[in-house]
């Protein structure tokens, strides 16, 4: 799903986007990428998505994402295709990625051409 309001900056190095926002992976990616982050039900084989609470169990065993954020204990729920990526805190870890990829959607620049209505007639 394309968002509307951020440019997204990626493709990032699966190998190097984990490793940038200190997360552990025991397995090499080598060359592969991931574009885009999105939620289970919108990921495709490109992107990363997240899985962080057993309520969503069906869902996630449906998803196409190709690595997926999720504790230890749901990473079952997962079809095959998906990489389970293990962190502690997956809601956190995935701000932190997302952060990679829009870097522009964390900061609240006040546009200067806006025109001010309380001086309007």
Same mark, same amino acid.
């Given at each position: 799903?394309?968002?509307?309001?951020?440019?997204?900056?990626?493709?990032?190095?699966?190998?190097?986007?984990? /490793?940038?926002?200190?997360?552990? $992976? =025991? /397995?090499?990616?080598?060359?592969?990428?991931?574009?885009?982050?999105?939620?289970l039900?919108? #990921?495709?084989?490109?992107?990363?998505?997240?899985?962080?609470?057993?309520?969503?169990? +069906?869902?996630?065993?449906?998803?196409?994402?190709?690595?997926?954020?999720?504790?230890?204990?749901? +990473?079952?729920?997962? *079809? =095959?295709?998906?990489? #389970? $990526?293990?962190?502690?805190?997956?809601?956190? #870890?995935?701000?932190?990625i997302?952060? =990679?990829?829009? *870097?522009? +959607? $964390?900061?609240?620049?006040?546009?200067?051409?806006?025109?001010? $209505? +309380?001086?309007s *007639?």
């Open positions: 799903m394309k968002n509307p309001f951020f440019k997204n900056v990626g493709p990032f190095d699966v190998n190097k986007l984990f /490793k940038s926002t200190d997360i552990q $992976i =025991k /397995k090499n990616f080598k060359n592969k990428k991931i574009y885009n982050v999105a939620d039900t919108f #990921a495709t084989d490109k992107d990363l998505t997240f899985f962080h609470s057993k309520r969503y169990s +069906s869902i996630a065993n449906q998803t196409k994402a190709s690595f997926c954020l999720t504790l230890e204990n749901l +990473s079952k729920y997962l *079809p =095959k295709s998906c990489n #389970a $990526i293990i962190v502690d805190n997956v809601l956190l #870890a995935m701000a932190n997302t952060k =990679k990829f829009y *870097p522009f +959607s $964390i900061v609240d620049d006040f546009d200067e051409t806006a025109k001010d $209505i +309380s001086k *007639p």
